[in-house]
């Protein structure tokens, strides 16, 4: 047997200025509607619900129901559901107002955002999937394309720690590349110079031959685009990775 429902807010906050409002409140409404057994609870929640927000109510009234509709079962992704469907027929307008305060009320039911959902959002251009280069690379790095008509462009982004080896363009005439961050903070270096700082903003041009690597710095998510200079017989030699020593004094 379900519990009995019981409310006492009319007489407590109306009982002496309007006692028979008070009554009809707590003994009809809450205690024989809302008691009625033909629909459970939780259905009753949603009809409550629905009414509310249909009539443009969406003050404490309709706070208060979706409250106890969440205290009754209703889920997170039921009540978008039930809103979205609702809304085809109420009002747009209706929904969006309803839609405010369910979506306080289920906050915590939100799933927490990842590290790398963190960084999407933080960025314009889609991180992408994991690399399909992984192995020239020292942890996890991710690539999506951008462009892949005229000029070719790809977003590379690289979790924390994570770099690529060292690595030559290679080309007859023409090539090597173009590097854009567009979020984080990261390095560029070519052989035997020091390592170059990288944060939004940066533009970075490697020449062909010009042995380097690029990555994020220890503590921060980088990305950046890679845009391919165009040339003859071009090609990516991979060479030996970064050591872990040189990429220690990176701060």
Partial sequence: MSEKIVQTAGRDQLGAFAPLFAHLNDDVLFGEVWNEPAIDVKTKCIVTVVSLAASGITDASLGYHLQNAKAHGVTRAEIAAILTHAAMYVGWPKGWAAFRLAREIWAEDEPALTEKDRFQ?????????PNPFGQFFAGQSYLAPVSTEQVPVFNVTFEPGCRNNWHIHHAKSGGGQMLICVGGRGYYQE????????????VINIPPEVKHWHGAAPDSWFAHLAVEVAGEETGTEWCEAVSADDYGRLQ
């Avoid at 959002?121 to 999937?129: D, L």
């Fill in 191 to 202: 052989w035997g110079k020091d390592a170059e700082a990288m944060t939004p903003g940066t």
């Fill in 121 to 129: 959002k933080s960025i314009c251009f889609p991180v992408g999937e």
